[in-house]
């Protein structure tokens, strides 16, 4: 768990979301602390909304008050984050000290692939010939190594061990772990 790039809920003030993700961004660019706070993001979704007959897209926050922050959570991580402007604390975690639960990778990717992201970047975290974790889906809990990417549509095949024949199935990035 220690040295791994998990997902956490930071809460913020309401309405000061992007602010938080702002300051965040700079305090870690600043202490350079990019090899421990990695993405952080504001989830948003375009609604249409009609008002006096005309159509007008609206963006509109899923979670008012919660950041969502990708890190390895060490002792200096969690103290950038947590005593960032606009911060009051992390999701899952008991105070006194305690450090935070992470998302579930189900959680994430379900959260991400809803606004068109995902958990694993694809042109720098998978390459042809890295071997891989299926996490979902029919073929759950086997591994095999890349044999082709489909950086277009987040898709790629993976040669799995089936019947003792190497087959390939054809995967979505948010199903796979990297080994």
Excluded at 76 to 92: K, Q
């Amino acid at each position: 768990m220690e040295n791994e790039k998990l997902w956490y809920v930071v809460n913020t003030y309401s309405g000061h979301e992007n602010k938080v993700k702002e300051k965040l961004e700079m305090r870690t660019e600043s202490m350079g602390m990019q090899d421990h706070i990695f993405r952080v993001i504001v989830p948003e979704t375009k609604e249409v909304e009609v008002k006096d007959g005309k159509q007008k897209e609206k963006i509109k926050k899923m979670f008012p008050g919660y950041i969502l922050v990708e890190m390895i959570m060490s002792d200096e991580a969690w103290y950038i984050v947590r005593n960032t402007p606009g911060v009051t604390g992390f999701i899952g975690s008991s105070g006194k000290g305690a450090k935070p639960t992470p998302l579930l990778p189900q959680e994430i990717d379900r959260i991400l692939s809803s606004i068109g992201m995902s958990r694993v970047n694809i042109e720098t975290d998978l390459v042809v010939g890295n071997k891989v974790n299926i996490i979902d889906g029919p073929f759950k809990g086997m591994s095999g190594v890349i044999d082709s990417l489909d950086l277009e549509n987040s898709r790629l095949n993976v040669l799995i061990d089936l019947f003792g024949q190497e087959t390939p199935v054809e995967v979505e990035v948010f199903q796979v772990s990297k080994m």
